[in-house]
């Protein structure tokens, strides 16, 4: 079956800690991935993607993520984070068809502490 | 250059009434899709679209009907609305042609929160 697995679904960490949001993919998913970022109450903003090349991507708001083929994951780090980083953190991939559809994680909350 | 845009951004139903969600997008994308948001379970698919005149089942189609009438345009409708589709609803879009990039990303509307009582 097609699944995104997110372990964790809350992550507390204090403001300019590092941090790291787990993801990993099944093998009928296709390696197009993605994480999208979800403030509250408002919809998905496009944090980072891997298509294709270096395994690891770059984002927005200083987000980088690894993509590892051989163990299937593509987890999401910040050196540092603020307390504005707070938010649910989803994790997709394209699904093998080509409908270009999203098969999203359940979504890991991170809260960040002053 | 508005992207994708839904309509209305709240709504509460009773049960049983029926109403319809619009999603309209100015990106001129051929793919478009409805997802619902729950707590624990991410996004699911509920119904797709790859072209204008065309609509296909996703993950949780039951008690949801989608017109593509216009190619901008994706309708999202609730005959009877039951308790358990209060959910917030998300439009999406996507290019499907292109090099590269453009056609591998979904643009996502605002959100519509349902509430059903």
């Known amino acids: 079956a097609q699944s995104v697995t997110q372990l964790d679904s809350q992550v507390p960490v204090f403001e300019e800690a590092p941090v790291e949001l787990r993801c990993n993919y099944s093998?009928?998913?296709?390696?197009?991935l993605f994480w999208y970022v979800q403030y509250p109450n408002q919809g998905l903003q496009l944090l980072l993607k891997y298509l294709s090349g270096s395994t690891l991507v770059k984002g927005i708001n200083g987000f980088e993520a690894e993509f590892n083929k051989s163990q299937t994951s593509f987890h999401l780090r910040k050196p540092s984070v603020h307390i504005s980083d707070t938010a649910e953190y989803f994790c997709?991939?394209?699904?093998?068809?080509?409908?270009?559809?999203?098969?999203f994680g359940s979504g890991t909350r991170l809260l960040v502490r002053p | 250059n508005a992207g994708v845009t839904q309509t209305p951004k709240f709504r509460v139903l009773k049960t049983g009434q029926s109403m319809t969600l619009l999603c309209a997008q100015d990106?001129?994308?051929?793919?478009m899709y409805w997802y619902r948001q729950d707590p624990g379970m991410g996004l699911r698919l509920i119904h797709y679209s790859v072209g204008e005149g065309t609509t296909a089942k996703g993950e949780v189609p039951d008690g949801y009907n989608v017109s593509r009438l216009k190619k901008q345009n994706f309708l999202l409708g609730l005959e009877s609305a039951a308790p358990s589709q209060t959910s917030v609803y998300f439009c999406a879009s996507n290019q499907d042609r292109g090099i590269g990039e453009s056609k591998n990303i979904q643009y996502f509307g605002a959100g519509t929160r349902l509430s059903v009582l």
């Open positions: 093998s009928s998913v296709s390696v197009y």
């Open positions: 990106m001129n994308h051929e793919y």
């Open positions: 997709a991939g394209r699904g093998m068809d080509s409908s270009y559809k999203l098969i």
